[in-house]
């Protein structure tokens, strides 16, 4: 998670911070059924899409209407080209979340070339890292997550997690995320002598 200052540097830049445990299923259903019965088109569309893309925070924060909706269509697939890297990351968009996109936009008229989430404050055009956080951190606290443990970067990270367990393929998560190096992704999500073992008493030869 990166959450700005008032001087556009990331409150924990040089501090060692721990990792944030991506969502489990139960913890991404108690959110989204919250949002829905609530009718918040806005956060819902955010949450959906957020672990769709698997993106950072400020990546996330920059995406416009025209990444995801044309012809008034919201797309199956966009690209995003991520700062830190200068490299562009596909992702897709599943069906729950293209209806909570076209909803979201429908609903405050947005244009192709408006910010998707549209800050709150005069001084950006688009939503802050910070306000980014504040939004997920009410998502817990309503669902009763610490944000000690949880955050932004949860989002990022439920995915590829869930996706790495089921299938063990460390290259498509590292293709997922962006990542230029296969070792960031071993050390992203976690892997341990323990979990190498595993996958080699599943290979009977």
């Known amino acids: 998670m990166s959450i700005e200052t008032n001087n556009n540097q990331p409150w924990n830049k040089g501090k060692l911070v721990s990792q944030k445990l991506p969502f489990n299923i139960k913890e991404i259903w108690a959110i989204r059924v ?15 899409l957020a672990i769709n893309s698997k993106l950072r925070g400020n990546d996330f924060a920059k995406i416009k209407v025209s990444d995801e909706y044309n012809s008034g269509v919201v797309s199956s697939r966009a690209i995003v080209i991520q700062q830190k890297t200068g490299r562009p990351v596909q992702f897709e968009i599943t069906a729950n979340t293209r209806d909570a996109i076209a909803e979201w936009i429908s609903s405050c008229s947005l244009t192709a070339t408006e910010f998707l989430f549209p800050s709150r404050v005069a001084a950006s055009p688009h939503i802050t890292t910070r306000q980014y956080a504040r939004i997920v951190d009410g998502w817990l606290k309503d669902i009763g997550l610490a944000s000690s443990a949880y955050g932004t970067h949860s989002l990022r990270r439920t995915k590829p997690t869930f996706i790495y367990k089921k299938t063990q393929n460390l290259r498509a998560v590292q293709l997922l995320l962006g990542h230029t190096k296969l070792e960031s992704t071993v050390r992203y999500l976690g892997i341990e002598v323990e979990d190498a073992l595993e996958i080699a008493e599943q290979a009977e030869i």
């Not at 919250?34 to 959906?48: P, T, V, W």
């Open 34 to 48: 919250r949002l829905q019965i609530a009718e918040k088109k806005h956060d819902l569309a955010l949450f959906n």
